[in-house]
């Protein structure tokens, strides 16, 4: 019975830890997600937390095709990140269509992306470590084609990060968030940054 209390009281403390620790950003496109409070957001002019910018509504007012947000260590490395771009150019692919496609069908569309990404990572001293297939995944009604990649960039001190690209289809509302994280923290980043992902909504 004291070890049914105790963990009831620890599963309780870290409910309210999740519940206080996250702050929801309301995006264009009528997208949004959650993010730690302490996150850095990148904006026009300067560099701002999660919380002062969600408190100030930014979210509401910005009207740019990208959203950046970072995290740090007390060393002041970069240890996860997560980047949201507007596609209003993207192939014309509905949701419907996307939620039809075979796999042959996503590494056709994804065809010549791995050796885009590989050159980009290249042209700043990085390599790319490993890559996974595309797939499709569903959250909260959003149907996203997904996939991964882990990269280093020596020079910049933050290790092996691993990547996630999660692609929405819809028209002019296509959008791309990409998340990534320190593989050396991956035990506290790793929950972190699946929250994230699986909080993402578009109305």
């Not at 999740?18 to 929801?24: E, G, I, K």
């Not at 910018?53 to 970072?70: I, Q």
């Not at 060393?75 to 996860?80: C, M, S, T």
């Not at 289809?169 to 506290?188: C, E, N, Q």
Request: net charge positive.
């Amino acid at each position: 019975m004291i070890r049914l209390i105790i963990l009831t009281i620890a599963l309780t403390a870290n409910m309210a830890f999740a519940q206080s620790s996250f702050v929801s950003l309301p995006l264009p496109q009528n997208v949004s997600i959650e993010l730690p409070k302490n996150w850095i957001v990148a904006t026009e002019n300067t560099r701002i937390t999660a919380e002062a910018f969600a408190e100030s509504l930014g979210g509401h007012k910005n009207t740019d095709l990208k959203f950046l947000a970072e995290s740090y260590d007390q060393q002041n490395h970069r240890i996860a990140n997560v980047n949201v771009v507007y596609l209003p150019n993207a192939p014309p692919l509905s949701q419907s269509e996307l939620r039809a496609f075979t796999q042959s069908e996503f590494e056709s569309n994804t065809k010549g992306l791995q050796g885009q990404i590989n050159e980009v990572i290249k042209k700043v001293g990085g390599r790319l470590l490993s890559w996974e297939k595309p797939k499709r995944v569903e959250i909260n009604g959003v149907t996203l084609m997904e996939l991964g990649y882990s990269t280093i960039v020596p020079s910049t001190g933050e290790g092996v990060f691993k990547v996630k690209m999660l692609h929405m289809f819809a028209g002019p509302k296509s959008f791309k968030l990409t998340i990534g994280y320190s593989v050396d923290r991956a035990l506290v980043l790793e929950p972190i940054t699946n929250h994230i992902i699986n909080s993402l909504k578009q109305k």
